[in-house]
């Protein structure tokens, strides 16, 4: 039986949303994708219970209070319901070892849910940086990432790849238990995982993006993931 893969969602004004390219590279490493709203303490047991895995998409910034700072101003949308929502089902699919994928702000809330910090804004906080929100094509790559652990190098059986890049935040302070598994040239932290969960990885760039258009690396991350759902 394919596993079931609950994916967060973008909370516009009245309104959730999300990305088609999400399901579509689901499906296409075979795993079922959910969408699932905006978890509270009263659903959010209910709402794991129905998934095998948890994939934290991409979205607006988070609520710099999380981690302990003030708005900088460069900040771009807060959507705090979301935030708090990403969280809960991050910490709980944490305590039951469920396999966790984070996408773009998804590292983010990875990092934040572990006690991490945000840079707030890449280009007017760190020198001597690559563009990291291209104005190109979302399937376009862009910059190369490094591989750093060993969990990435058997996902992605390379040293180095090519990704795309439509971000101004990055993680900062590295939370509790987490480790750098892939950066930019630059030193920007494109990738991170628990070192004691058996599956909870995060990238910074969007392979949801890439994988349906045939590239291998993304495809291979994708596959990894909904592989592990299936243990």
Known sequence: MKPMIGLTMYDFDKKLDINNAYLTSIEQAGGIPICIPNA????????L????GLV???GADIDPLLFNEEPHRHIGSVVRKRDDSDLLLMNEAYKRKMPVLGICRGQQIMNVAFGGTIIQDI????ENTILHKQP???GEL?????VKTSKFKEIFKEDSFRVNTFHHQSVGKLGEGLLVSAIAKDGIIEGIE???HPYCVAVQWH???LAPNGDVYAQRLFNSFVEACNK
Do not use: F, M, W, Y
Request: charged share 30%.
């Open 136 to 138: 190109s094509k979302r």
């Open 49 to 52: 219970n129905v998934i095998d």
């Open 56 to 58: 934290l998409i991409g």
């Open 123 to 126: 280009p007017s906080q760190v």
């Open 142 to 146: 862009a910059h190369t990432v490094e």
């Open 194 to 196: 628990h070192e004691s």
């Open 207 to 209: 392979p949801e993006e």
């Open 40 to 47: 509270t303490e009263e659903n959010v047991d209910a709402l």
